[in-house]
């Protein structure tokens, strides 16, 4: 199946203030006027051009829906590694297999609230992977791509009516500090991963 397995209504990680696990909630459950803090991650495809990939959240989506974002966003399950998940998640949403998913900012973490009050309340550690062959989206998840040159995509971010996510131009300010070139851009310790990610490791 090219957009792999998915248990109808996932676990989600919540955590505690440290970043430890402190239980697990229904996905469908999670995210409301008062989102408890939990574990997610963020995924950034770029093709050997250096090119970033964009998405577009479908409609049918809780948070920001029909709204552009980073390549790939999901949750991980109790027990599930964080490269294990984000391989999942791009699988899943966009039909790809990645190899290497490798760790940039692992202790990323925001808060943002849409205007009908619904909020994104993550630990969110971001990774990269190589693109190794064409999206094929999964039209639950992702209505439309493009790909998008890193400097196009720093000048789109910082534009006053952005129509990017809030986390996206978030974590772009973060990984503009990396360096010029996605492709070459340092990895970090897994030692500095929230606690509950470490334990899935």
């Not at 990680?13 to 574990?39: I, N």
Request: glycine letters at 6%; charged letters at 25%.
């Amino acid at each position: 199946m090219p957009h792999g397995e998915r248990v109808l209504d996932d676990q989600v990680v919540l955590l505690d203030a440290s970043g430890s696990a402190s239980g697990t909630l229904a996905k469908s459950a999670v995210h409301t006027t008062t989102t408890p803090l939990h574990l997610a991650f963020s995924c950034y495809l770029v093709d050997p051009d250096g090119r970033v990939l964009l998405t577009c959240r479908a409609e049918t989506k809780l948070t920001w829906p029909g709204v552009w974002t980073n390549s790939c966003c999901g949750h991980p399950r109790p027990g599930e590694a964080q490269r294990d998940a984000v391989r999942r998640g791009v699988r899943h949403e966009l039909g790809m297999t990645v190899r290497s998913p490798e760790l940039l900012l692992p202790g990323y973490r925001y808060i943002a609230r849409m205007a009908n009050g619904i909020v994104e309340n993550e630990m969110c550690p971001v990774w990269r992977c190589v693109a190794e062959e064409k999206p094929r989206p999964n039209p639950a998840e992702t209505s439309a791509f493009v790909w998008v040159p890193w400097e196009d995509l720093l000048r789109r971010a910082g534009q006053p009516d952005s129509d990017l996510s809030p986390w996206c131009r978030d974590q772009l300010r973060l990984l503009r500090d990396l360096g010029s070139d996605p492709l070459c851009w340092p990895t970090a310790s897994f030692e500095d991963l929230p606690p509950a990610a470490r334990a899935a490791i």
